[in-house]
């Protein structure tokens, strides 16, 4: 599995990466937020790739009274790229 994962080659050249937003729940089920901890790490806090990592969410639930609230962090997001 290390040899698989993109981690080595995300540390080793992270600026020629296209700007990148994260989003992770600490405590999802699926997909264990370690991995994405450990890029966040390695990675510089001034690159491309943007981690958000939440207490709760689960896998894909970021909802709250208004809707989606990741759909909306996203658009922000994006918006800030123009």
């Not at 937003?21 to 491309?48: F, K």
Request: glycine content about 8%.
């Amino acid at each position: 599995y290390r040899e698989a994962s993109p981690l080595q080659h995300l540390i080793q050249s992270p600026q020629r990466l296209p700007p990148t937003l994260m989003l992770q729940a600490l405590d999802d089920p699926w997909v264990p937020a370690c991995s994405a901890l450990d890029l966040g790490e390695a990675v510089p806090t001034d690159g491309p790739i943007q981690l958000i990592f939440t207490r709760e969410g689960g896998h894909n639930g970021f909802h709250g009274r208004a809707g989606c609230w990741a759909d909306a962090l996203a658009a922000s997001w994006l918006q800030t790229l123009k």
